[in-house]
């Protein structure tokens, strides 16, 4: 019973160019959005989140996108950059206090 | 200090012995939160605790696994007998609220 699925282990980007990292879910009951960043053999990194009352939130580079109509939450990064090289994963709260993680996603920024 | 710091940052055991985790939050978080990820998948949630109490024991997957906090700081998680399925990358957070989870840097257990 997967209720998030992060469905591209690995995407591949040019420095510059927008990078976008695409969650969908199931579950109705989730009201708060996140996207964490983790580094090799460090924990995740919280980036930016949203509520389910809006739609957009933007913070620097990073934007996220929520259309709860389609249960799809992503993330745009413009410009990317080679320093933005990490596994992101999309994250879910909503019932509970407890997250609910996607598989990841594994960014490479080429220079 | 200022982020989460957890204790050891490897580990490696031989099956069937016991093992102890350690995790000191962010100084004022109330909440207090354990994941893992194995191999190849997301993060897991384990245990979740508001002050020293744990409302929230869902996701330990089996008996073996417990965990306590004390003086609603440190918290342990206990692994009793260890199975190869155990090994995995231990994961603690923790929050002033029910929102952003700040995550320290793990333990990688490895149990041969």
């Known amino acids: 019973d997967q209720q998030v699925k992060q469905n591209s282990p690995s995407l591949s980007v040019q420095e510059g160019r927008i990078s976008i990292l695409n969650c969908d879910y199931t579950?109705?009951?989730?009201?708060?959005f996140l996207w964490y960043k983790k580094y090799p053999a460090e924990g995740p990194t919280f980036l930016i989140s949203i509520s389910s009352i809006k739609d957009k939130n933007e913070d620097g580079r990073f934007t996220v996108f929520l259309n709860k109509s389609a249960k799809h939450l992503s993330l745009h990064i413009v410009p990317s950059q080679p320093g933005d090289s990490a596994v992101y994963f999309c994250?879910?709260?909503?019932?509970?206090?407890?997250?609910?993680f996607g598989k990841g996603t594994k960014l490479t920024v080429n220079p | 200090g200022a982020g989460v710091s957890q204790s050891p940052s490897n580990k490696v055991t031989e099956k069937g012995k016991d093992v102890e985790l350690r995790c000191d939050p962010i100084?004022?978080?109330?909440?207090l939160y354990w994941y893992r990820q194995s191999l190849g998948q997301g993060l897991e949630f384990l245990i979740y605790?508001?002050?020293?109490?744990?409302?929230?024991k869902s996701g330990l997957p089996s008996d073996r696994f417990s965990a306590e906090r004390t003086g609603g700081s440190v918290s342990t998680l206990t692994i009793q007998r260890t199975q190869q399925e155990d090994s995995a990358v231990y994961l603690c957070?923790?929050?002033?609220?029910?929102?952003?989870?700040?995550f320290g840097p793990g333990t990688r257990l490895l149990v041969l």
């Open positions: 605790f508001q002050g020293n109490s744990a409302p929230d």
């Open positions: 994250a879910f709260q909503g019932g509970s206090e407890k997250l609910v």
């Open positions: 579950n109705s009951m989730f009201d708060y």
């Open positions: 100084s004022g978080h109330t909440a």
């Open positions: 957070a923790s929050s002033p609220s029910a929102e952003t989870q700040y």
